[in-house]
């Protein structure tokens, strides 16, 4: 940007014309989400550095929280009893918007920002939601509420990408954005209709729901989002709970018996879990053991169909 400076008319002559030139405002790329349900953190800012960085390391994102939509019901209100409607209308509800926003690699013109936006897409997103979803975990462990949760995809109500200078993006705003479009194919009819059958098997009493399923569930969540200490002692718990549960199963006899073999290794990462991070190696075992565990519940239920 260049501002000029000019001489006011007067009697003695005008001085010299004087230019200042200021350097472009860096652009910061971001990511923007929205949900059907407010996130939980309060509304707001947040400064978030790298896992296990120290409290002085530069920050690598902000969160932006903002809650959109809904009114407020006063707490007179709230106090009150009043009839419901014999038909009522659906009560609104507020909307959940997250802006993930990378700060430690501002783009040096429009130009690098906008090539980088034409090509934005699905991958740079699942980053960072994986973002959104650790400072989600964080606040579950802040608040000590166990039903937060994080996001995936599928819940989204739109997601763009889009870049802009420091003072736009800190307020929602910004230069250039798109929406990206969620291109995955929907699920064949078979496939959606096959959790329709279990559900209904569960909840009919026909087929009780497994325990080992639950905590597969549960390590399945921690791994996919880096919590590998978590997951290594979940799973183990899991596997554990899966040899009792599936013992007398013969549809699975196999797979238990390869789930056996596995049980020291797990059992290893687990006492490492309990002291400090993981090796590689251990990480590796992890995320294979879960696998195996997961594809014997999978053959399980195509067994008892």
Do not use: K
Request: glycine share 8%; aromatic share 4%; proline share 7%.
């Amino acid at each position: 940007m260049v501002l000029c400076l000019h001489g006011s008319a007067g009697a003695r002559p005008a001085p010299a014309q004087r230019c200042f030139t200021w350097p472009p405002l860096p652009l910061f790329s971001f990511s923007q989400v929205e949900l059907p349900w407010a996130l939980g953190p309060p509304d707001g800012r947040y400064l978030i550095r790298g896992p296990g960085a120290q409290p002085d390391a530069a920050p690598t994102h902000v969160l932006l929280v903002a809650t959109l939509g809904a009114a407020r019901r006063s707490r007179l209100d709230r106090r009150r009893q009043r009839p419901a409607a014999p038909e009522p209308g659906p009560t609104p509800v507020a909307t959940g918007r997250a802006t993930v926003i990378a700060v430690s690699e501002p783009w040096p013109d429009a130009g690098a920002a906008r090539a980088w936006l034409q090509g934005a897409g699905e991958e740079g997103l699942a980053a960072d939601l994986a973002v959104l979803n650790r400072a989600l975990h964080e606040f579950r462990l802040a608040t000590a509420d166990p039903y937060v949760q994080p996001v995936r995809r599928g819940q989204l109500l739109v997601a763009r990408a889009g870049y802009g200078d420091g003072e736009q993006v800190a307020h929602g705003v910004w230069t250039e954005a798109r929406e990206l479009l969620d291109g995955r194919r929907a699920a064949r009819r078979a496939q959606a209709l096959e959790p329709q059958a279990r559900l209904a098997a569960s909840l009919g009493g026909r087929e009780p729901a497994l325990v080992c399923a639950e905590l597969a569930l549960r390590a399945r969540l921690d791994l996919d989002h880096d919590r590998f200490r978590e997951a290594a002692l979940q799973l183990q718990v899991a596997l554990d709970a899966a040899l009792a549960e599936l013992g007398r199963d013969g549809a699975v006899a196999d797979r238990l018996a390869e789930l056996r073999t596995l049980r020291g290794a797990v059992g290893a990462a687990a006492r490492s879990a309990l002291t400090g991070a993981l090796s590689a190696a251990e990480r590796e075992s992890v995320a294979a053991t879960l696998g195996r565990l997961e594809a014997a519940l999978r053959a399980r239920a195509f067994a008892h169909a």
